[in-house]
């Protein structure tokens, strides 16, 4: 939606940080339409061919190891998985405790400040409020 | 990057979306990475199905004519469009005036002012802005990206 780096590193990153993004959907057992319509998103931003997202769509019934995601991620595949991952857990409303624990570990493997991820938080809630915004912006030129 | 009420817009509208998209990205006779890469990120996100994805992407070879896309198109999808597009139009960092005056006849279509398409302009220079601002968080050295203008 907005433009991104994603698209400058290797393609097997890529994958890799998709992945990511899959298991992060299941963390909480469940996956709603939100959360599926921003995982197609970001494989579409990450110009994977359709074979790999074909393998993605179905590691969203059967996903990886937190492990072997993390294990395929380069540092900075590994912080935009992070960013997005924390965006995908905030698309249904709120970030349980599970993904929070996650989005943890995954911000040490990283080795981040130890405040980054609750950081991220507030970045994304302003990135609702942009898009909020956006969509209030259609609803006046609706009515005017 | 964010969902909306695009998902839930009716299958063939939806494809009307994703062509005006096309024919918006192909404006400017020069298709970058950037531009594909949020095109194919606003296709996933209306949840177009695969196959009729491989069919819109031949337009950016071989775009539709505007006047057939917005003959009978609903209003809110047009307004989707034309958000959405000026987020596509900026991607490569500047707006081209192949795209604008695409966005324009959309916007006309949909009965949007000039002033009021500048508005959504704004926006899409606000969401740059913020989108950048997780760099400072995460380190992210290859991330410098001028706001579009």
Redesign the interface.
Known sequence: ????????LPRDERFAYARLLAYMARVDDEIT??E??????????A?LS?NQ?DQLRRALKNPPTLEECLEGLGP?SG??A??DAL?MAT?DGSIDGDEFDVLQEISDHLG?AEN?VT??IE?AK???G??E???E??NT??N? | ????DV?NLDASERSRYADLLVLIAAADGELV??E???L????????VH?EAR?SIRKGLHDPHRLSNLLKNAE??TL??VL??GA?LA???GDYDKREVKILKQIAKK?E?SND?LK??FD?VS???E??Q??SS???????E?NTPE
Request: one cysteine or more; aromatic letters at 10%; a negative charge.
């Open positions: 939606m907005l433009p991104d780096t994603l698209h400058k339409v939100d599926l319509a921003m995982f197609e998103q970001r494989i579409g931003t110009l359709p997202r900075e912080r935009l992070l960013r965006l698309a981040l980054a950081e991220l970045w302003k990135g609702y942009w898009m915004e956006g969509v912006l259609l030129l609706q005017g | 990057m964010f969902c909306d998902a990475r950037e594909i890469q949020v194919e990120g606003l296709m996933g996100r209306a949840m695969p491989t209003v809110q307004r989707f958000r959405d987020l900026a991607a490569d949909a949007i009021e508005q959504v926006w606000q969401g740059w913020w989108h601002t997780a968080v995460l380190d992210l050295t290859a991330f990206q």
